[in-house]
């Protein structure tokens, strides 16, 4: 009889837990971490991405500015987070180059890419060089000869050094043999900003966020930076059309922390899918003039050593930068 009581007891404790197990993911909102200000790259795919998200999983997706360290404050908030689903990031390429960064300097990282598991690709742009509006260089040899005469003289802004509007300028500086001096900001819409409102002359802009400023006239295109010219500046070079040998991508890519069960993963990953062909998603992303790029977690992955090659290299042949 006493041991009928046990067991009966020990089951009665054991249902609460089992229907917790059993709980459907999601039953509670979703924290969607964006590691840069609003307004940037990064900020604009998550917006439209967390929109759909929303509707699809029934649940709030919210989008979360956690700017900082050109993006380390927020990776490491999603690096650290409970893998349970709930928290989940959009972040841009710097995730993979910070870690490599602290590598070089001897520093310990704030977290490595081994805490995050890759959900998808999102976009995939190459930075486009542009000028204020009212600087005199109409072409990258304009400028080039002009930075040859007046080293460390001319001001271009970025968004944390090793960032992603940071990399690509010190890239193309290296190649071209010239030296210039650069004004941070802490993230894509601020180090925009700089350069419209005249306190720096150029930056290595998202096309997304530049297409409307050029329209406007308010900035100039020189170059690109991917290996084929832009479709949204098809009269502007590459700078490997020029004779750099510079390519460099700004991508957005989602995340969750590693260790998130897989039938958890599968469901972000089944949503995202279905977010990034929606309606909503694909017209915002015309809007912006940003090509589609998704890739599903398997090829991410792929994209994701592929890319860490190139910016290991990068990173090594640019060296500490203070």
Same mark, same amino acid.
């Given at each position: 009889?006493?041991?009928?009581?046990?067991?009966?007891?020990?089951?009665?404790?054991? +249902?609460?837990?089992?229907? +917790? /197990?059993?709980?459907?993911?999601? %039953?509670?909102?979703?924290?969607?971490?964006?590691?840069?200000?609003? *307004?940037?790259?990064?900020? +604009?795919? /998550?917006?439209?991405?967390?929109?759909?998200? %929303?509707?699809?999983?029934?649940? =709030?997706?919210?989008?979360?500015?956690?700017? *900082?360290?050109?993006?380390?404050?927020?990776?490491?908030?999603?690096?650290?987070?409970?893998?349970?689903?709930?928290?989940?990031?959009?972040?841009?390429?710097?995730?993979?180059?910070? =870690?490599?960064?602290?590598?070089?300097?001897?520093?310990?990282?704030?977290?490595?890419?081994?805490?995050?598991?890759? +959900?998808?690709?999102?976009?995939?742009?190459?930075?486009?060089?542009?000028? &204020? *509006?009212?600087?005199?260089?109409?072409?990258?040899?304009?400028?080039?000869?002009?930075?040859?005469?007046?080293?460390?003289?001319?001001?271009?802004?970025?968004?944390?050094?090793? &960032?992603?509007?940071?990399?690509?300028?010190?890239?193309?500086?290296?190649?071209?043999?010239?030296?210039?001096?650069?004004?941070?900001?802490?993230?894509?819409?601020?180090?925009?900003? @700089?350069? @419209?409102?005249? %306190?720096? /002359?150029?930056?290595?802009?998202?096309?997304?966020?530049?297409?409307?400023?050029? %329209?406007?006239?308010?900035?100039?295109?020189?170059?690109?930076? &991917?290996?084929?010219?832009h479709p949204a500046f098809p009269d502007v070079p590459t700078l490997k059309e020029l004779g750099y040998d510079v390519e460099y991508y700004v991508w957005s890519g989602s995340f969750a922390p590693a260790g998130t069960p897989e039938p958890i993963m599968k469901t972000l990953r089944d949503a995202i899918r279905q977010s990034v062909n929606?309606?909503?998603?694909?017209?915002?992303?015309?809007? @912006?003039?940003?090509?589609?790029?998704?890739?599903?977690?398997?090829?991410?992955?792929?994209?994701?050593?592929?890319?860490?090659?190139?910016?290991?290299?990068?990173?090594?042949?640019?060296?500490?930068?203070?």
């Amino acid at each position: 009889m006493l041991v009928r009581l046990c067991v009966s007891l020990l089951l009665a404790l054991a +249902l609460p837990a089992a229907a +917790l /197990a059993q709980e459907p993911f999601p %039953s509670k909102p979703i924290t969607m971490v964006v590691p840069f200000p609003p *307004g940037g790259q990064a900020d +604009l795919s /998550a917006r439209p991405l967390a929109a759909a998200m %929303s509707r699809i999983l029934k649940q =709030p997706v919210v989008v979360l500015n956690r700017a *900082g360290a050109a993006g380390a404050i927020g990776h490491r908030a999603v690096a650290t987070a409970a893998p349970d689903g709930y928290t989940i990031m959009v972040t841009l390429v710097s995730v993979q180059a910070l =870690p490599m960064v602290d590598k070089l300097f001897g520093r310990e990282s704030q977290y490595t890419m081994a805490q995050l598991a890759p +959900l998808a690709l999102l976009v995939a742009d190459p930075p486009v060089l542009v000028v &204020g *509006g009212d600087k005199p260089w109409k072409s990258v040899k304009e400028l080039v000869d002009d930075a040859k005469k007046r080293p460390d003289d001319i001001v271009y802004s970025h968004s944390g050094l090793y &960032g992603p509007s940071h990399l690509p300028m010190e890239m193309f500086l290296h190649a071209a043999g010239i030296k210039m001096r650069g004004l941070p900001a802490v993230g894509g819409g601020p180090t925009m900003a @700089l350069v @419209l409102g005249g %306190s720096a /002359a150029m930056w290595a802009s998202p096309p997304a966020m530049a297409v409307a400023q050029v %329209s406007a006239n308010k900035l100039r295109p020189l170059a690109s930076f &991917g290996t084929q010219r832009h479709p949204a500046f098809p009269d502007v070079p590459t700078l490997k059309e020029l004779g750099y040998d510079v390519e460099y991508y700004v991508w957005s890519g989602s995340f969750a922390p590693a260790g998130t069960p897989e039938p958890i993963m599968k469901t972000l990953r089944d949503a995202i899918r279905q977010s990034v062909n929606s309606t909503e998603f694909k017209t915002a992303m015309e809007k @912006l003039r940003s090509p589609e790029a998704y890739l599903d977690a398997p090829q991410f992955k792929e994209f994701l050593s592929r890319d860490a090659a190139r910016l290991g290299q990068a990173i090594q042949k640019i060296g500490k930068v203070q």
